[in-house]
Nanobody
Framework: QVQLVESGGGLVQAGGSLRLSCAAS???????LGWFRQAPGKEREFVAA????????SYADSVKGRFTISRDNAKNTVYLQMNSLKAEDTAVYYC????????????WGQGTQVTVSS
């Protein structure tokens, strides 16, 4: 019903910046779009989310002040601007979507690799 495609990952030096994009093929109105990440040997963790209808956002404490999530209504795309990157930010980043009436994220993208070198 909803397809998500991430892009923008790559290799960046510590202290640098990177912007991830997530294009959604279905309707996103009244949905939440989120970013998650999974580092090698660790469990998946929440990074940030945006409520599509209002643009309200939430962030994990580990990325507050460094990452910014936003959305473009015309393009049906959500972005994750990552600044002041650290080696510990290295992970596969996933875009996910859930209905505003639910708790569990139902739809997931394939992920994009972000590697921060130190």
């Amino acid at each position: 019903q909803v397809q998500l495609v991430e892009s923008g990952g790559g290799l960046v030096q510590a202290g640098g910046s990177l912007r991830l994009s997530c294009a959604a093929s279905g309707r996103t109105f009244n949905w939440y779009l989120g970013w998650f990440r999974q580092a090698p040997g660790k469990e998946r963790e929440f990074v940030a989310a945006v409520r599509w209808i209002s643009g309200s956002t939430s962030y994990a404490d580990s990325v507050k002040g460094r990452f910014t999530i936003s959305r473009d209504n015309a393009k049906n795309t959500v972005y994750l601007q990552m600044n002041s990157l650290k080696a510990e930010d290295t992970a596969v980043y996933y875009c996910a979507a859930r209905r505003s009436s639910e708790v569990t994220y139902e739809y997931w993208g394939q992920g994009t690799q972000v590697t921060v070198s130190s």
